[in-house]
């Protein structure tokens, strides 16, 4: 098993700059991949970034693309997402997530974290 706990969430105005946290314990996330999701009021989850186990390979959805970076450092257990240029729209509760290999639906990574509030004022 898996447990995840993400951390850095808070509200920020917009144009600014977050950096959100995954911490893993139970087992090591060296061998997953590892994914952000978001999910804002009255929607559905959406993705948002994935990183392969070793960091080779990240994507991310076009809405945050050239603005978030995802990364991982797999010898602390832990996985980032760097926010910058921060747009109210981007509000939503965070979630990161783990799956067995590289995927982009919610339905496919099988551990997940509690959420971490990001709030984007204007």
């Known amino acids: 098993q898996v447990q995840l706990v993400e951390s850095g969430g808070g509200l920020v105005q917009a144009g600014g700059s977050l950096t959100l946290s995954c911490a893993a314990s139970?087992?090591?996330?060296?061998?997953?991949?590892m994914g952000w999701f978001r999910q804002a009021p009255g929607k559905e989850r959406e993705f948002v970034a994935t990183?392969?186990?070793?960091?080779?390979?990240?994507y991310y959805a076009d809405s945050v693309k050239g603005r978030f970076t995802i990364s991982r450092d797999n010898a602390k257990n832990t996985v980032y997402l760097q926010m910058n240029s921060l747009k109210p729209e981007d509000t939503a509760v965070y979630y990161c997530a783990a799956a067995r290999e590289l995927a982009w639906g919610p339905r496919d990574y099988d551990y997940w974290g509690q959420g971490t509030q990001v709030t984007v004022s204007s």
């Open positions: 139970g087992r090591s996330i060296s061998t997953y991949a």
């Open positions: 990183v392969n186990w070793r960091s080779s390979s990240t």
